[in-house]
């Protein structure tokens, strides 16, 4: 199973599996959305979301990690770039403006590419910049933002933050192709809960009860694994051997999805801006992949 996960796939079907697994994130407010109704809210069910999983993940990973001596480095860096990049998007969402963090989160295609230039010396064509335009156009419109009325507090930092950190976890992983992207995995996670357990520190959450965590323990470990797991590592997998700009401009593909899903499954009215803005997305996806499908990656 891990093996047609992490596999390597031409640069046509990688873009591909890269838009459809975002796509996948797209729906994860939904299972989150029940998981919150059963009573675990705030940043404890983020916490247990990246915490849970942690068991299973050091039975399978800690003993392949221990031996790869040589990638020690790799595996921290890019465990705690990404695993935190994660949990302040996540504590973003919570506790500050869903639009702010989520437009905040979406400069990654830019970052990304900056990254790429500074620490991978890649070159980026005008059709990349381009797109990258398109996309953040399209995501500032799908999301309504209103720049009028736009004012910023210090919770927006999660978002910009996790933008930031993630993209450089992205430009690590490319950088460290070589290592076993499934054993970093258990890093990331790790990471991922510690960071939030020190948000729930700084910010005072009161613990939940225990009937609360027995009773939402068995969905979040199975929506962790079943459906942010495989996802994830897909994602990971072929930033190794693709562009970190190329692969963050496909990944807005969660905005159009998540957008259409709130529409049929809670009645939530796309306006005309916001499927103006989906095209423009959709355009950025398009326009890099027919311009760099049948260009090889160096």
């Known amino acids: 199973m891990l093996s047609f996960l992490t596999q390597t796939y031409n640069k046509r079907s990688a873009m591909l599996m890269i838009f459809i697994s ?98 991978l010396g890649e070159k980026q064509t005008f059709g990349r910049w381009t797109s990258i335009l398109f996309g953040l156009l399209g995501c500032v419109l799908v999301i309504e933002l209103d720049v009028r009325s736009l004012s910023f507090d210090y919770y927006d930092i999660f978002g910009f933050a996790s933008g930031l950190i993630w993209s450089l976890g992205s430009v690590f992983v490319r950088k460290f192709n070589k290592i076993d992207i499934a054993s970093v995995m258990l890093p990331i996670y790790f990471f991922g809960a510690f960071i939030t357990l020190i948000f729930i520190y700084f910010f005072k959450f009161e613990a939940p009860e225990t009937l609360v965590i027995l009773k939402t323990a068995l969905p979040i470990f199975l929506v962790s694994i079943l459906i942010f797991f495989p996802t994830f590592l897909i994602l990971l997998s072929i930033n190794q051997y693709l562009s970190p700009g190329l692969i963050g401009i496909l990944m807005l593909s969660e905005l159009i999805i998540a957008a259409l899903s709130a529409n049929i499954i809670l009645g939530e009215p796309m306006s005309m801006w916001q499927w103006i803005g989906a095209i423009l997305i959709v355009i950025a996806g398009l326009t890099v992949a027919l311009l760099e499908s049948n260009k090889e990656e160096p």
Do not use: H, Q
């Open 22 to 119: 975002a796509s996948v994130w797209g729906i994860l407010w939904i299972p989150l959305r029940v998981i919150e109704g059963l009573g675990l809210n705030g940043l404890w069910s983020n916490f247990f979301f990246l915490a849970l999983p942690i068991l299973p993940l050091t039975y399978f990973f800690l003993r392949p990690i221990w031996k790869d001596k040589s990638n020690w480095v790799g595996y921290f860096i890019i465990g705690s770039c990404i695993g935190m990049g994660f949990a302040c998007y996540l504590a973003g969402l919570n506790l500050g403006s869903v639009t702010k963090t989520t437009v905040l989160y979406y400069l990654t295609p830019a970052w990304a590419t900056l990254f790429g230039i500074f620490l």
